[in-house]
């Protein structure tokens, strides 16, 4: 048995407030009172009320940091409101918003302290990475980032989302202006760019920055997802090269990346043509591939409807890959312009939704609040 107890906790403001059920007997303390924190970089503590005995135990714990800018990424120190004994927590694994935090009495130079440690760092079943999320109930909210612009990126992993969609099929973006911008957002949430095609050249480069993925565009065929796959795998279950880049910590982090590499570098195919969802069932069975992202725009050209995204003929072909994904398990995500159409598809089943661009959020808040002044 388990030495601790493993919580999920959600950071949801600058000065957060910590929602958190036990895993197991979920909502259990959804709604306690008074649990709040603040971080070790920012000046504080963390503090737990009803108070947490820590007494010769271990608690580790998932927090989701949406809030903080640079918090949580190495230790921190944690204070009991009723008790004087101070504990040290340790992050013993991060990837994108989640950080796996280890808490533990503060007695550094004990033995079982560092075997505790260790053994929380190995446990497999406690690491939460992108695919496993993307198996879950819970949408993954995100939004497309098209500017070269490290602010903007920063800005809007600050604000909260889920995941960026960095693209570079489209607009102006290098490689280089993606790894900027990955390096900008950091922990703070995913990130999946979308390569201009599936060449061998732009995979390899594009997995090199770091990024949590990718989403390969105008995937039509099973045996272009296969190779879709083996390009961003490594031997022996792929072919992808090796290089030295960011993602591998300029070689610094090379075993460590080699090793987990390939179980979390997340894999997404487009489904975007008459022919991808013609062939979906066949596309949905390959091997490798975490989910598929349906493109309604190209989607709506492929059957002669160009931008006409409601129409019942294209509505009806993403109901088709809906369903598909459904049949497969495999989780699916889309592109909506608006809320409203992300909320629909949220409620039909997207574990992946992406609202509007950097551009058009700045231009819709710009226009509000000029109407606003202006008394339109």
């Known amino acids: 048995m388990s030495p601790w107890t493993v919580w999920t906790v959600t950071v949801e403001s600058n000065i957060p407030t910590l929602k958190f059920s036990k895993i197991g007997e979920f909502a259990l ?9 603040h971080h070790e970089r920012t000046g504080g503590y963390v503090f737990f009320y009803p ?6 135990q271990m608690q580790s714990f998932l927090i989701k940091n949406t ?9 921190f120190d944690l204070l009991c409101p009723d008790s004087p004994q101070i504990c040290k927590g340790k992050v013993a694994s991060k990837e994108g918003l989640l950080f796996l935090i280890t808490i533990v009495p503060a007695i550094s130079n004990n033995r079982d302290y560092q075997s505790l440690l260790k053994a929380a760092e190995l446990e497999d079943s406690m690491k939460t990475v992108f695919n496993d999320l993307l198996k879950g109930s819970q949408p993954l909210i995100g939004t497309l980032l098209t500017v070269a612009c490290p602010e903007v990126a920063e800005a809007i992993s600050l604000i909260g989302f889920d995941w960026v969609f960095i693209d570079l099929e489209h607009g102006s973006l290098s490689i280089q202006d993606a790894q900027r911008a990955i ?10 760019v979308r390569v201009p095609d599936g ?3 732009n995979i390899k480069r594009v997995l090199d920055t770091g990024c949590t993925g990718i989403i390969v565009p105008l995937v039509n065929t099973e045996a272009y997802a296969q190779r879709v796959v ?21 070689g610094l982090n090379f075993a460590e ?3 987990s590499a390939n179980e979390q570098t997340t894999i997404i195919v487009q489904i975007e043509h008459r022919d991808a969802v013609s062939n979906i069932d066949t596309i949905l069975g390959v091997t490798g591939l975490d989910a ?3 493109g309604p725009y190209d989607l709506s050209g492929s059957l002669g409807l160009l931008g006409q995204v409601t129409h019942e003929e294209v509505s009806g072909a993403i109901s088709v890959a809906r369903s598909a994904c459904a049949r497969s398990n495999l989780a699916y995500g889309i592109y909506c312009s608006t809320t409203e159409l992300a909320k629909k598809e949220i409620e039909a089943g997207a574990r992946l939704v992406a609202v509007g661009t950097d551009i058009l959020h700045l231009a819709s808040a710009s226009r509000s609040a000029l109407e606003n002044l202006r008394g339109k």
Do not use: C, W
């Not at 108070?51 to 010769?56: A, F, R």
């Not at 809030?67 to 230790?75: F, N």
């Not at 390096?183 to 999946?192: K, V, Y």
């Open 230 to 250: 083996a390009l961003s795998k490594y031997p022996p279950l792929g072919e992808r090269s090796i290089g030295l880049g960011r993602a591998q910590g300029y």
């Open 29 to 37: 303390l959804s709604n306690a009172p008074g649990l709040s924190g």
């Open 292 to 294: 598929v992202f349906i």
């Open 51 to 56: 108070p947490v005995d820590l007494t010769g």
């Open 257 to 259: 990346y080699i090793k």
């Open 183 to 192: 390096q900008a957002i950091g922990n703070r949430s995913f990130t999946l």
């Open 199 to 201: 060449t061998p050249e």
């Open 67 to 75: 809030g903080a800018t640079e918090a949580m990424l190495h230790y």
